[in-house]
């Protein structure tokens, strides 16, 4: 009774290996494609939270997003030190392709963090959207604290 669903479909590629019991089905495997193509060496890893997301990216890019980054925990040190309650500018960093350019990857990566909402650089989060140019868009929200290390390890890599 135990066969295997390999066999019991004349060996077709497109459904698992697994026992076929009578309370099994019979389902297709789907293929998965390449969303986007990195260049070894060039991919930046965001570890947000309980997932990573890698995709590639340019040096020049990263040194200013960590510039911004730096910038956004000067604000927080600066807020800290401040005697009256005020308002402080929001850190966005955009990062858009050229539109010639045409290659696979990330098209639009942006960086967003509300000093006003967090009492310090360390209870700090930013929202991240990164897009591909094959149609796939994360947006998550995770720690500063994280993102700086993760680039900061890519520059020490690169």
Same mark, same amino acid.
């Given at each position: 009774m135990q066969a295997l669903q390999a066999r019991a479909c004349n060996g077709?590629?497109?459904y698992a290996a697994r026992p076929v019991t009578r309370h099994t089905q019979r389902l297709p495997v789907r293929r998965s494609r390449r969303v986007c193509?990195?260049?070894?060496g060039t991919s930046l890893t965001f570890?947000?939270?309980?997932?990573?997301?890698?995709?590639?990216?340019? /040096?020049?890019?990263a040194q200013q997003l960590s510039n911004a980054i730096t910038?956004?925990?000067? &604000? !927080?040190?600066a807020k800290q030190k401040a005697e009256r309650p005020r308002r402080w500018?929001?850190?966005?960093y955009k990062y858009k392709e050229d539109e010639g350019n045409g290659a696979?990857?990330?098209?639009?990566?942006?960086?967003?963090?509300?000093?006003?909402?967090?009492a310090t650089a360390f209870d700090a989060k930013v929202l991240?959207?990164?897009?591909?140019?094959?149609?796939? /868009?994360?947006?998550?929200?995770g720690?500063?604290?994280?993102?700086?290390?993760?680039?900061? &390890? !890519?520059?020490e890599k690169s």
């Open positions: 077709s590629p497109f193509t990195a260049v070894v570890n947000i939270a309980e997932t990573s997301v890698t995709f590639p990216f340019q /040096k020049e890019q910038t956004l925990i000067q &604000t !927080f040190a500018d929001l850190m966005e696979e990857g990330v098209e639009y990566l942006e960086v967003v963090c509300n000093p006003n909402a967090y991240i959207t990164i897009r591909s140019s094959q149609g796939l /868009k994360v947006t998550t929200e720690r500063l604290s994280n993102l700086k290390g993760d680039v900061d &390890t !890519f520059l």
